[in-house]
């Protein structure tokens, strides 16, 4: 119904930069969804990253990214993306891609539900 293909990611040092993108497909996908990153650590729960509404103009960061981490979206490409400056060892996780159709329900995303890409590995060594 919904496919999210995700690339970029892999293995940069403490103070390195790394870019991700994630574009959606399938017929139950709208530009009009917020999509946006979780990630999750081992031994750790999936935690948020960043969400962006489908005009842009609707932002959110987890506190821990806010000023490193910068999330856009291109509609016509169905495609979201994030770029990952002065990256830390703690910033070590798995990526997903998310979409859902409401922004408030993706904040407070918890458990199943929504839409998941497959995730990709990001690790930053110290």
């Known amino acids: 119904q919904v496919h999210l293909e995700e690339s970029g990611g892999g293995l940069v040092q403490a103070g390195g930069s790394l870019s991700l993108s994630c574009a959606a497909s399938?017929?139950?996908?709208?530009?009009?969804?917020?999509m946006g990153w979780f990630r999750q650590s081992p031994g750790k729960a999936r935690e948020f990253v960043a969400a962006i509404d489908w005009s842009g103009g609707n932002i959110h960061y987890a506190d821990s990214v806010k000023g490193r981490f910068i999330i856009s979206r291109e509609n016509a490409e169905s495609t979201v993306y994030l770029q990952m400056n002065n990256l830390r060892p703690e910033d070590t996780a798995v990526y997903y891609c998310?979409?859902?159709?409401?922004?408030?329900?993706?904040?407070?995303?918890?458990?199943?539900?929504?839409?998941w890409g497959q995730g990709t590995q990001v690790t930053v060594s110290s």
């Open positions: 399938g017929s139950g996908f709208s530009t009009s969804y917020a």
């Open positions: 998310h979409t859902e159709r409401f922004m408030e329900s993706f904040l407070n995303r918890r458990g199943p539900g929504g839409f």
